[in-house]
């Protein structure tokens, strides 16, 4: 399995902006995808999380992105978006796609994940 994150870009706070992550070699639903962003001198953050399985799955979402982000999929061409609106300065980092087994309530560090895109920068300034 490989992930492409792409759509990373410059947008001002309001706006929006939409991240794709690609993946090759296994299907999707196969495994939980995890979105994550790393802010410059910040801890890495997961704000998605999308559970194995197709039809029954569910996203977890970030108190910091609730109501705001918004993830989908499209099974055929096996890509997942992460849809940003109402963006903020403080939304600012490197976003990331990772897969791993399944999401864990209890580990959100990315610790779970074992497979992960190489990150698109997002930068929310007017």
């Known amino acids: 399995l490989t992930l492409a994150e792409s759509g990373g870009g410059l947008v001002q706070p309001g706006g929006s902006l939409r991240v794709s992550c690609e993946a090759s070699?296994?299907?999707?639903?196969?495994?939980?995808i995890g979105w994550f962003r790393q802010a410059p001198g910040k801890e890495r953050e997961e704000i998605a999380c999308t559970s194995r399985g197709r039809g029954n799955s569910y996203t977890y979402y970030a108190e910091s992105v609730k109501g705001r982000f918004t993830v989908s999929r499209d099974n055929a061409k096996n890509t997942e978006y992460l849809q940003m609106d109402s963006l903020k300065p403080e939304d600012t980092a490197i976003y990331y796609c990772a897969a791993g087994p399944d999401c864990s309530p209890d580990v959100r560090d990315g610790s779970v994940m074992n497979t992960w895109g190489k990150g698109t920068l997002v930068t929310v300034s007017s």
């Open positions: 070699g296994y299907r999707l639903d196969y495994f939980g």
